[in-house]
């Protein structure tokens, strides 16, 4: 029996130690997270720039249109001006004339402020694209260090699920079942040490008679939290 805690103890260790090298190669260590928000703002503000030139391009071709069908009406005006027949067809003529030409003066106006508008973001966007290209070198660097310093982990990791492994294999099914359980319903914490006759998870004391059970190696639950308590030997 007092084989069984010390391999459900260091089955525990094992798989805290896993548990860590896990949250590990999960997230970006802070130097390429810090190069990482930088390089993440400088696209979303490109983006940014990208979709306000859309935008104002579209609004540029329909404008466009517009004008040149305004121009084409011009000049038909312009033609029935040359037919006109009394004074009454010649004002109508000059009026639709009027009305066409400040249209025609205003969609130029118009599509020359968007037009200006295009160039002053086009230029945004190329010094934003000058300007990110060192960024992207860095951002680079920060990546490839991060990557390369994840293969020891990786290698670690699975010399402790092998580990982990080994000893679940090495314990009696009802023993590994039941550690399992405890596993799952405890924040992947089966295992608690004694310290100073408690528990080190709950701090619940060890009552005398368990103890004594627990220095003669048996399995121990914590009267608190209902983990499987270890107890160091002396001499280790
Ligand atoms: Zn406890």
């Known amino acids: 029996?007092?084989?069984?805690?010390?391999?459900?103890?260091?089955?525990?260790t094992v798989l805290t130690a896993l548990g860590e090298r896990e949250k590990q190669l999960n997230s970006k260590p802070e130097s390429f997270a810090a190069v990482d928000r930088e390089w993440q703002a400088v696209n979303t503000?490109?983006?940014?720039?990208q979709q306000q030139i859309e935008v104002?391009?579209?609004?540029?071709?329909?404008?466009?249109?517009?004008?040149?069908?305004?121009?084409?009406?011009?000049?038909?005006?312009?033609?029935q001006l040359m037919q006109v027949k009394n004074q009454q067809q010649y004002a109508a003529a000059w009026k639709e004339i009027d009305a066409t030409r400040k249209h025609v003066k205003e969609l130029e106006d118009s599509e020359l402020k968007t037009m200006t508008e295009i160039e002053a973001l086009q230029k945004q966007l190329d010094d934003r694209g000058n300007g990110s290209a060192?960024?992207?070198?860095?951002?680079?660097i920060e990546h490839d260090k991060w990557q390369s310093s994840l293969g020891s982990l990786r290698s670690e990791v699975e010399k402790l699920k092998k580990r982990a492994a080994t000893l679940e294999e090495g314990l009696?099914?009802?023993?590994?079942?039941?550690f399992q359980r405890i596993l799952k319903q405890r924040q992947a914490v089966a295992v608690v040490k004694v310290t100073n006759d408690s528990c080190s998870a709950c701090r619940t004391r060890v009552r005398p008679a368990l103890y004594q059970q627990l220095k003669?190696?048996?399995?121990?639950?914590?009267e608190g939290c209902h983990r499987i308590?270890?107890?160091?030997?002396?001499?280790?």
Request: charged fraction near 45%; glycine fraction near 8%.
């Open 1 to 12: 029996m007092n084989q069984d805690v010390e391999k459900l103890w260091e089955l525990q």
């Open 229 to 236: 308590l270890y107890l160091e030997s002396p001499q280790s």
């Open 45 to 49: 503000e490109i983006e940014k720039l």
């Open 216 to 222: 003669r190696g048996e399995l121990v639950y914590c």
């Open 172 to 178: 009696p099914e009802r023993v590994g079942r039941e």
């Open 56 to 79: 104002l391009g579209k609004e540029r071709r329909r404008v466009d249109g517009e004008l040149s069908d305004e121009q084409e009406l011009l000049k038909k005006y312009q033609g």
């Open 134 to 140: 060192s960024l992207k070198e860095k951002w680079d």
